[in-house]
Each structure stands twice: as C-alpha cells, then as structure tokens.
C-alpha cells in the first residue's frame, strides 16, 4: 500500500502571507499517462472536506487562485500564495494512482 | 446539483454489523468512470479510505478492513450501501460517502454520519 507523509503538521500562518504544505508518498504517483494522481483537501472546522486540487496541480471548479499545487513523482507541495481567514482548517494529500488510497495524516492550519 | 447523503443507525453495540447507505442525486453511477466512495474520520483524528465501487460494479477496499467491509450498489434507486461486522468501539467516526467521477478528485460530499460504537 502507498503511504503517504504530510508536513508540517501543524502549521500557524499570517493573512496575507503566504503557506506551503508538503506531502510525500512511498511510491510513485506519476501515471503512465503523465498525469500525477495526487489530490488537496481541506476540511474547514466542522464541515465535510471539499477538493482543493486534482491530479498534482488541477484546480478544482471554484477555487480560488492563490490556491496552487505542484510537484511530481513522490514529492508534491499545495501553497497558498496570500493566505484569508477563511482559509483556516486541516489540509490532506490523497493519492489515486491504485487502490487501496489512502490520506495524509493532515497539516491543521490556523492564524497566529 | 449533486448531493449525497449518508443514512443509517448513529449508535451500534460492540460485534454487531453496521450498514450505512449512501443516497445520491444529480448524477448516475451507470455513467462509465463515475465511482463512490466511502471515507471515516474518527472524532479529532485524519481522513481514512475504505472502500470504492465503481459504474462497471468493480469493488475496493482498504487493506486492514477488507475482511469486514463489503460495498454494493443499487443504481435504480441511486444509493450505495456499505457493510461493516464486528464493529468495535475503535470504529466509532464520521463516515462520509463522496462522489468521484474517472480520478477528477472527489468533488462532492456527503454531510458526513457520525457512529458510535459502546454497549
């Protein structure tokens, strides 16, 4: 099974500054498709997680664009380029490459 | 508009079985690439994958939970039904269904059901 490892895992951020999560997986994501099947969630304190990102780097419908991600293979970044109060909430990595998926361990991210 | 919705008991006894069900609208799981998940969350704890079955009936699941879960579908009546036996008190979460259509992501989400595993 593909274990993926989040940090940091907590993380305390500054509006308008920016962020940056990294998630590793114990194996590759790259499909041989070229796509990278690594998906971004957040969770916003007691709400169902919505997706962020899709395949490493694709924004999802509606989200907004200070929300980026990047990286390819094993090693994979989300950054928020000016972060809002709204943004507050447990991030996760999820990979798709096969089944069993399966998360990060989450990275809770809350204003100073 | 897609919603989902997770029904089922909010409080088992420790060995008995759970069977959650999934309701959806707005979208259908005989579509090729459309597929349902099943996702836990125990209270103050990380997201947890168990189980996926796909439009062509295709069925995964979580390696340590695979002898106890079993995931079916009833696409005319848009539900997906999850089984869980021997439940224990660790197996007390938020279970959540959410759709995802080919690897797009899952985009839509259930509110989530909170069961409680005690005697």
């Known amino acids: 099974d593909i274990v993926m490892t989040q940090s940091p895992l907590s993380l305390p951020v500054t509006p308008g500054e920016p962020a940056s999560i990294s998630c590793r997986s114990s194996q590759s994501l790259l499909h041989n498709n070229g796509k990278n099947y690594l998906d971004w969630y957040l969770q916003k304190p007691g709400q169902s997680p919505q997706l962020l990102i899709y395949?490493?780097?694709d924004r999802a419908s509606g989200v907004p664009d200070r929300f980026s991600g990047s990286g390819s293979g094993t090693d994979f970044t989300l950054k928020i380029s000016r972060v809002e109060a709204e943004d507050v909430g447990i991030y996760y990595c999820m990979h798709a490459l096969q089944t069993p998926h399966s998360f990060g361990q989450g990275t809770k991210v809350e204003i100073k | 508009q897609v919603t989902l919705k997770e029904s089922g008991p909010a409080l088992v006894k420790p060995t008995q079985a759970l069977t959650l069900t999934c309701s959806f609208s707005?979208?259908?799981?005989?579509?090729?690439?459309?597929?349902v998940h099943w996702i836990r969350q125990p209270p103050g704890q990380a997201l947890e994958w168990l189980a996926r079955i796909d439009w062509n009936d295709d069925k995964f699941y979580s390696s340590s939970l695979k002898s106890r879960l079993t995931i079916s579908k009833d696409t005319s009546k848009n539900q997906v039904v999850l089984r869980m036996t021997n439940m224990d008190p660790v197996d007390t979460a938020t279970y959540y269904c959410a759709r995802m259509l080919s690897a797009w992501g899952l985009d839509y989400w259930g509110q989530g059901m909170l069961v409680t595993v005690s005697s």
């Open positions: 395949f490493a780097s």
């Open positions: 707005g979208f259908s799981l005989s579509t090729p690439g459309m597929r």
